[in-house]
């Protein structure tokens, strides 16, 4: 706890000081966060304000100007923040590789026996949806959970069936349920009902929170909720939350405990969990998780036909007010979860419905996306091939993170079927080894015109592509990379004498 005496250190020496405000998106308030508070309250440490107008001085360097302060949010949540600071750095998280999945899962299996350890390690290496899940750290921990609850339990699933990010939520929040320390010691029965009971729970407590755009929650919050308290003991004793102490502002210092979900995806699974049991819509103002999420358990209701209720979240994903390329991912990831195999999936994709999935022009423009999408996009790739309206010809990726895997994923998908003729992937931190990539695929597309400015290609790169280029390519972009003066003048010269056909940027 911060006392009167550290706080006035803090204040004396800010060049010591290092300042991580992890999650903004998750700030209840954080629209308020670029406010004037300046005819408010005086730019001094020691004055009593609001927490928003405090944080709000802090990263606009009115007070403590010498810390060093980190500011995280999801990509997209913060860029009213990028438009109105100057960051002396920006910089995306872009999550674990192959490799490093399989170094977390072998380290987290170093404790438990051999035989369990290899059992483990066999089980990720054979799943391609435990390797997508375990890209994001915290879903490589509840891979590993999952894996663990499996080996003990002798379960076996067929890795041959993708396992879609609500259904991965589902097993894991039951999984993590099971090990309540106040559960785990019921007989089987009692156990289910128990767990069952606590989600339920649960999913009032966020919904509730939802509605007040809150994201931590007091024994006040408990007590609201009107339940026996063997069940509130539940709730207490879950893994789902985590609980600290928070300092009180009243002459008489003490602390009190509040309670957060143990990551913000877990509580925006348990709002669609509450929307879809009681059919109702989200609010306006939703994080796309819970759009994905309701999709998904929509999809997974095998008792009723939810194309109604799908049909209204993805009008309500398109009340958003997000930019477009970033609309559209979310709307696929929303179909990907329903499932592909549905009717209304299948005709939403092929009829381009309100021209949501590409433009008049036949131009997909997508942005934001990541390896977790691959899976999406083969789905909209795939479908375009069989579209009843005029099917899209260009398909343009910008500002995303693009790894080997996915991009092999991608170029398989624009086999001899499709339609796209027009790729381009922009800002999307390609390098030499993306390039090879492209080459070795060429051959099995119809793409004539390829656009990657402002990446990370480099001499080395441009080389391999303008020696390796598919014949019918008659457009190539490559501004705005790393090339030296002297590759790009010979590059140019090459192509003028290889490919008279080839317009060439560089």
């Not at 508070?37 to 010498?66: C, H, W, Y």
């Not at 979860?337 to 997909?364: A, C």
Request: charged share 25%.
């Amino acid at each position: 706890m911060i006392d009167e005496k550290v706080m006035t250190h803090i204040a004396q020496h800010s060049d010591q000081l290092f300042i991580i405000f992890d999650g903004y998106d998750e700030y209840k308030d954080h629209n308020e966060l670029l406010g004037d508070f300046e005819g408010q309250f005086e730019n001094d440490t020691k004055t009593k304000m609001p927490v928003a107008a405090l944080i709000s001085k802090v990263i606009q360097r009115k007070i403590l100007r010498d810390s060093v302060i980190i500011i995280t949010s999801r990509p997209g949540e913060a860029d009213e923040l990028d438009k109105k600071l100057q960051f002396d750095r920006c910089v995306e998280i872009t999550g674990f590789s192959d490799e490093q999945v399989l170094q977390y899962v072998e380290k987290y299996f170093n404790s438990k026996p051999e035989e369990v350890k290899k059992m483990a390690m066999e089980k990720v290496r054979a799943t391609a949806h435990y390797m997508s899940f375990g890209r994001v750290p915290l879903r490589c921990l509840f891979v590993c959970q999952v894996i663990e609850y499996e080996i003990q339990n002798n379960i076996t699933r067929d890795n041959s069936i993708p396992l879609k990010v609500t259904q991965f939520y589902c097993e894991v929040i039951r999984c993590l349920e099971r090990n309540n320390r106040e559960i785990r010691s019921l007989d089987e029965e009692a156990m289910l009902l128990a767990v069952e009971k606590t989600l339920d729970n649960f999913s009032k407590l966020a919904a509730q929170l939802a509605e007040q755009n809150r994201f931590t929650f007091s024994q006040k919050d408990l007590k609201k909720l009107k339940l026996p308290e063997v069940e509130i003991s539940y709730l207490k004793s879950s893994n789902l939350i985590f609980c600290y102490p928070v300092a009180s502002d009243s002459p008489f210092p003490q602390s009190t405990l509040e309670y957060s979900f143990s990551h913000l995806s877990i509580q925006e699974f348990f709002v669609a969990c509450h929307l879809v049991k009681k059919r109702a819509m989200a609010a306006q103002e939703t994080s796309d998780m819970v759009h994905i999420f309701t999709s998904g358990l929509l999809g997974l209701d095998q008792e009723n036909n939810n194309d109604k209720c799908m049909s209204k979240v993805l009008k309500s994903v398109c009340k958003q007010g997000m930019g477009l390329l970033r609309q559209r991912v979310v709307l696929l990831r929303c179909l990907h979860e329903y499932g592909l195999e549905k009717e209304f999936t299948r005709q939403e994709l092929t009829t381009n419905r309100d021209y949501r999935y590409w433009n008049s022009g036949g131009w997909i423009g997508l942005g934001g996306v990541t390896d977790t999408d691959c899976d999406v996009l083969a789905m909209l790739l795939e479908s375009t091939a069989t579209s009843i309206s005029s099917p899209p010809d260009t398909l343009f990726i910008v500002n995303s993170q693009i790894t080997i895997t996915m991009l092999n994923r991608l170029l398989s998908s624009l086999h001899s079927n499709s339609t796209i003729t027009v790729l381009g992937l922009r800002s999307c931190s390609l390098n030499d080894d993306h390039v090879k990539c492209l080459c070795n695929h060429f051959n099995n597309t119809h793409i004539t015109s390829l656009s990657l400015s402002h990446n990370n290609i480099t001499d080395v790169g441009v080389h391999h592509i303008v020696h390796n280029i598919a014949s019918k390519i008659t457009f190539l972009d490559l501004q705005d990379n790393p090339v030296s003066v002297e590759v790009s003048k010979s590059s140019e010269q090459f192509c003028q004498d290889n490919y008279p056909g080839l317009e060439f940027y560089i």
